[in-house]
C-alpha cells in the first residue's frame, strides 16, 4: 500500500460501582429520567465532590491487568466545555497527573502477535444525555449519567488496521469484564470507543493529521467506520488535497463518516487542578492489596488451557471468551477428564445454540455434570454420537438429565448382535442389487447399508458393532 493507517482509540468505560463517582446517587441503569440525581451531579452552587473510594480501586485494578504504572500521586482536573447535559459548564477529569500509565495490552490478529501500549487510564464523571427521539420542537435532557464513573483508556498510535483495532477492543472488554471492573455493555453505553485515524506514506516514521471518529457503539461499526475513513483520507491525498483535523461522527446507515466540528486541543478546555478535591496519594500497600485479588486474567488462562488440557490454541481463545464460558468447560472436564472431547462439545453443539438465541452460558439450562454424564453414556456404548445430538438438544431445551431423556424417549443404543443381524438381513433382501454391487467391488456402498440400517433402527444401532457384522454379512 502507499499510505500506512495510523490509529488510536480511546475507550470510556463505565466502573462498576452501585453509586455515582463524586456522590452517592444510584448508577442503575433505565431508571425514569432525571430520577437518580442530586445538587452535587446537577452542578448546584456550593456544593462539594467526595471522591468514591471504590472507583479508585477499580482504577488501579484496571492499571495492573493492562501493566500500567500506577502513579502514587494523582490528580483531578477541571475541563472546561459548554454542552446541555453538563450542567457544571466543566467535567471533573484528570489531564497531566493520571492514575496509570504506560501499560500494553496484547492482541493476536492473523496469527501474528502484537503488543499495542496504552499511554494512560484515567478516572472521569460522565456527562448526562441529550433526548431528541419523539419529541418536537424542542430536546430534553437527562442526568442520570451525570457523575457516572468512566475509565478513559488511551492507547498509543500503534494500531494499523481496522482488524488490529477490533482485536485491541475485544481484548480491553474482555479484561474489563475478567477483572469485574465493568461489565463493559455496549448497548447500555457502558463501553465506548472514539477513534483517531490518520494516513501518512508507507514507511515514514511522521505522523499525518487525524480524525476523530465518534458514535460507534459496535465492533461491527468500529471496523466499518475505521475502513470508510482510511478510504476518505486516501482519496483527499490521491487528489493532492490536504486532510483537515476534526471530529466526525460515524452514521451506520449510510456507512459514512460527516463532520461534526472542528477538533480541539488541550488548550481549548482549559485544564486546571480541580480546586474542590485533595490530590490523590496512592501507596505501595494499596497496590500490592488489590493486586492480589486479581483473578487470572485471560491471557494467562488460554496458555494454562493449552498446557494443561492439550487442547489446540484455538479452542483455548473460544473456551477463555468468558470467565463462565470457561468455567463451564473446566468444571465439565473436572467430572469428564477427557478435555478435548468436551471443548469439541462446548465450542460446538453448546455454543451454536446459544448464538442462535443470542444467550450468555449463564443464560443455559445445561449443566456441566449433564454434558459429563451425557459424555460418559457415549463412551459406555449406551447411546452413540449420533443420538447424543437429539439428547443434547432437549437437555438444552428441557434442563433435563441425559439418562432421563433416553429412558424417556427410548434412545438405548442397540448392541445386541441378533437384534442388528434382523435388521441388516432385512436391508441386504429389500436391496438385492446393492448387496450384488457390493460383493462385485463397490465398496462404498457399505455407507448406504449403514444407513439403511440406521434409518429402520431410529439410529440407535451401535455404529462399531453396526459396520463389523456388516462386512461380515456382506462378504458371505
Not at 132 to 139: F, L, Q, V, Y
Not at 226 to 240: D, F, N, P, V
Amino acid at each position: 500500500m502507499k499510505y500506512e493507517a495510523v490509529i488510536g482509540l480511546e475507550v470510556h468505560a463505565q466502573v462498576f460501582t452501585e453509586s455515582k463517582i463524586f456522590c452517592g446517587c444510584s448508577t442503575k441503569f433505565g431508571q425514569p429520567p432525571n430520577s437518580q440525581t442530586c445538587p452535587i451531579c446537577l452542578g448546584h452552587p456550593g456544593v462539594l465532590p467526595v471522591l468514591n473510594r471504590k472507583v479508585v480501586e477499580q482504577g488501579i485494578r484496571m492499571g495492573l491487568a493492562t501493566h500500567c504504572k500506577i502513579a502514587p500521586y494523582a490528580r483531578f482536573a477541571r475541563k472546561n466545555y459548554f454542552y446541555p447535559d453538563l450542567p457544571k459548564g466543566y467535567q471533573i477529569s484528570m489531564y497531566e497527573l493520571p492514575l496509570a500509565e504506560h501499560g500494553l495490552v496484547e492482541i493476536a490478529v492473523g496469527g501474528k502477535m502484537r503488543e499495542i501500549g496504552l499511554t494512560r487510564i484515567h478516572m472521569e464523571e460522565d456527562a448526562g444525555k441529550n433526548l431528541h427521539e419523539g419529541i418536537e420542537g424542542a430536546s430534553h435532557v437527562d442526568l442520570n449519567r451525570a457523575g457516572v464513573p468512566l475509565l478513559e483508556i488511551v492507547s498509543e498510535p500503534d494500531l494499523r488496521t481496522p482488524e488490529e483495532a477490533v482485536a485491541y477492543l475485544k481484548k480491553l472488554r474482555e479484561i474489563l469484564v475478567y477483572t469485574g471492573v465493568s461489565d463493559a455493555d455496549m448497548e447500555k453505553g457502558n463501553f465506548r470507543c472514539d477513534a483517531n485515524v490518520s494516513l501518512r506514506p508507507a514507511g515514514s516514521e511522521k505522523f499525518g493529521t487525524r480524525a476523530e471518529i465518534k458514535n460507534m457503539n459496535s465492533f461491527r461499526f468500529v471496523q466499518k467506520a475505521i475502513e470508510y475513513e482510511i478510504a476518505r483520507q486516501e482519496k483527499i491525498l490521491e487528489e493532492g488535497g490536504k486532510v483537515v483535523q476534526e471530529t466526525r461522527l460515524w452514521d451506520a446507515k449510510s456507512g459514512m463518516t460527516f463532520s461534526m466540528r472542528s477538533k480541539e486541543e488541550a488548550h481549548d478546555y482549559r485544564y486546571f487542578p480541580e480546586p474542590d478535591l485533595v490530590p490523590l496519594a496512592v501507596d505501595q500497600k494499596w497496590i500490592d492489596e488489590i493486586a492480589a485479588t486479581l483473578p487470572e486474567l485471560p491471557d494467562a488462562k488460554r496458555k494454562r488451557f493449552v498446557s494443561e488440557y492439550q487442547i489446540p490454541e484455538y479452542d483455548a481463545v473460544i473456551l477463555t471468551g468468558s470467565q463462565a464460558l470457561a468455567a463451564f468447560f473446566e468444571e465439565t472436564v473436572r467430572l469428564y477428564p477427557k478435555p478435548k472431547n468436551v471443548s469439541n462439545w462446548v465450542m460446538g453443539d453448546l455454543l451454536r445454540e446459544l448464538n442462535n438465541e443470542n444467550k450468555e452460558i449463564g443464560q443455559a439450562q445445561v449443566r456441566p455434570r449433564q454434558l459429563a454424564a451425557m459424555l460418559k453414556m457415549i463412551e459406555a456404548g449406551t447411546i452413540s454420537g449420533k443420538i447424543a445430538k437429539t439428547v443434547f438438544e432437549e437437555m438444552y431445551r428441557s434442563g433435563a438429565d441425559p439418562e432421563k431423556i433416553v429412558e424417556e424417549k427410548g434412545l438405548v443404543q442397540v448392541s445386541d448382535e441378533s437384534a442388528l443381524e434382523g435388521v441388516i438381513d432385512e436391508v441386504m433382501t429389500a436391496n438385492p442389487k446393492e448387496v450384488e454391487g457390493y460383493r462385485a467391488g463397490k465398496e462404498k456402498l457399505l455407507g448406504f447399508f449403514v444407513g439403511q440400517v440406521m434409518k429402520r433402527s431410529g439410529g440407535k444401532a451401535n455404529p462399531g458393532k453396526l459396520n463389523e457384522l456388516l462386512k461380515k454379512k456382506l462378504q458371505t
